[in-house]
C-alpha cells in the first residue's frame, strides 16, 4: 500500500479507481500485506515454534480464513458462528481453540462433536457441562483452564481482559481447585493453561509479568500441560509513531520460559495478522463550516467503523489523491449518523479537500467490519480483496432490501 503519483494503490491498483468501481464506503484487503504479516510474526517465534491460532473475533470474513488457512493458521473462536465459520474455511479441527466466558450448552455440544484441540474453560460451571455431555458420549473431552493472572496490560480499560476487576478467567485459587478436579475425572483431560491479558499491547513487559505467573501456578499444581495458550494481544502502529511492540524481546522470554518445561506454545494473533492489512475507503458528502472548523462528512459512519466511536482510538486518514495545497485550518472527520459520537479524526493540518473526495481510513483490517451494524438502517459496505493485483470481491454489498 503506497502512492504512486500522487495516487494511493493496493497492490497496484489505484484506490480512486476502486471507489468509482465498486462504489463507497468500500473494505479494500491487500493479500501481499496479509502474507508478509503472517510470514514475518511466524519468524518473530521461529524458535518457539508455536501454533499460530488467528483470531476470528478481529476478523470473519470467510475468503480472507481461506487464505489465512492456507498460510498455515489454526483458530481462535469464542462463538459457535465463529467455530462454524472456521471450519467453512477449511481450517483444521485440530487447530481450533474455543474461548470465551459464556459458553452455552449447544456451542459446548457443538465443539465436543467437532473434536476440536481445546475448550478453554472459564468456570467450574461450565466444566460440569463439558463433563456431563461427555460422560453421555462416552469420551475424554481435551480442555484448557483459563487463568485472570491480574496483570495490568496498559492498554484501554475497554480491552482489558486480565486484571483482577475484569471478567475473564479464574483466579490463582480457583485454578488450583479446578485443576484437581480435572485431574482425576474421567471424561476430562487437562491439556492446557490458557491466558489472555488485553488487546492492543505496546510493551512487551507485561507479557513478561504474565510469564512468571504462569511459570509459578504450573510449579504450584505440578501438572504437565502439553500447551500453553498465551493468546493474543499484540499491537499496532495505529498513530504512526513508530511505538511498537519488541517481538524479539517477547520471543526470548517465551524462549527461556520453555527451557522448563515442553509445552507447545499458542498463540492467538488477529489485530497484528490483520490490522494494517485493511483501509476503509469513504466519499467526502459534504464540507460543512463554522467559526472554529470544518465537518468534512464522509459516506462512511460508525455503523461501519465503530472503534473511534467505541473506544475513542484514532485511525490515520489520508488523502486517496494527494494535491499538495496544505491548510492550517480544523478539519473534523465525521460520518452521517445521528451520533455526536459519530467522528473518525480531528486535526489542525490537512490538504486542501472538497466534496466529492475520496479520503482513506487506515488499519482497519481488525475490529472493522467484524465491530459493523446496521445502526440506522444502514447496509454493510462491500468487501475487496486485492491478490496478485487481481481483484475479488470477497462480501457484496449489502442491499437495503436485506434489512428490511
Known amino acids: 500500500m503506497e502512492y504512486k503519483k500522487k495516487k494511493f494503490h493496493v497492490e497496484n491498483i489505484s484506490t480512486e479507481k476502486l471507489a468509482k468501481k465498486f462504489d463507497t464506503p468500500l473494505y479494500c484487503y491487500s493479500f501481499l500485506k496479509l502474507k508478509k504479516n503472517i510470514t514475518n510474526f511466524k519468524n518473530y517465534f521461529k524458535k518457539i515454534n508455536p501454533l499460530v491460532c488467528f483470531s476470528l473475533k478481529s476478523n470473519s470474513n470467510v475468503k480472507l480464513l481461506k487464505e489465512i488457512k492456507n498460510l498455515n493458521c489454526g483458530a481462535d473462536v469464542v462463538s459457535k458462528g465463529e467455530m462454524m465459520r472456521a471450519i467453512k474455511a477449511g481450517i483444521n479441527n485440530k487447530k481450533i481453540v474455543f474461548s470465551g466466558t459464556g459458553k452455552t450448552f449447544s456451542e459446548l455440544q457443538y465443539a465436543i462433536n ?39 496490560a496498559k492498554t484501554l480499560k475497554q480491552i482489558s481482559t486480565g486484571k483482577e476487576g475484569d471478567k475473564f478467567g479464574l483466579t490463582e485459587k480457583e485454578f488450583i481447585k479446578i485443576t484437581k478436579y480435572a485431574q482425576i475425572s474421567k471424561f476430562l483431560s487437562l491439556k492446557c493453561i490458557s491466558v489472555h491479558i488485553g488487546s492492543q499491547i505496546l510493551s512487551h513487559k507485561p507479557y513478561e509479568k504474565m510469564l512468571k505467573t504462569i511459570d509459578h501456578l504450573i510449579k504450584k499444581t505440578n501438572h504437565k500441560f502439553d500447551f500453553i495458550d498465551l493468546g493474543g494481544g499484540m499491537g499496532i502502529d495505529y498513530e504512526k509513531n513508530n511505538k511498537m511492540l519488541n517481538y524479539k524481546i517477547y520471543s526470548s522470554l517465551i524462549t527461556k520460559f520453555l527451557k522448563k518445561r515442553k509445552s507447545k506454545i499458542i498463540l ?95 488499519d482497519v483490517g481488525a475490529y472493522g467490519m467484524s465491530l459493523s451494524s446496521n445502526y440506522n438502517v ?6 475487496i480483496l486485492i491478490k496478485n493485483s487481481k481483484i475479488q470481491i470477497i462480501k457484496k454489498r449489502q442491499k437495503l432490501n436485506d434489512i428490511n
Open 114 to 152: 467437532k473434536n476440536i484441540l481445546l475448550i478453554n474453560v472459564e468456570t467450574k460451571s461450565e466444566l460440569l457441562i463439558i463433563e456431563k455431555i461427555a460422560k453421555q458420549k462416552k469420551k475424554k473431552v481435551d480442555i484448557g483452564i483459563r487463568l485472570n493472572p491480574n496483570i495490568d
Open 268 to 362: 492467538e494473533p488477529g489485530r497484528a495478522i490483520i490490522g494494517n492489512a485493511g483501509i476503509l475507503i469513504s466519499k467526502i458528502l459534504y464540507i460543512k463550516k463554522n467559526k472554529n472548523k470544518n465537518f468534512v462528512i464522509l459516506d462512511a459512519a460508525m455503523n461501519d467503523l465503530m472503534r473511534p466511536a467505541l473506544y475513542g482510538t484514532k485511525h490515520q486518514i489520508i488523502p486517496s489523491v494527494k494535491n499538495n495545497k496544505i491548510t492550517n485550518k480544523i478539519f473534523e472527520f465525521v460520518g452521517p449518523i445521528c451520533e455526536s459520537t459519530d467522528k473518525f479524526l480531528t486535526t489542525k493540518k490537512y490538504q486542501n479537500l472538497k466534496e466529492g473526495d475520496f479520503i482513506i481510513i487506515c
Open 378 to 383: 444502514r447496509p454493510n459496505p462491500a468487501e
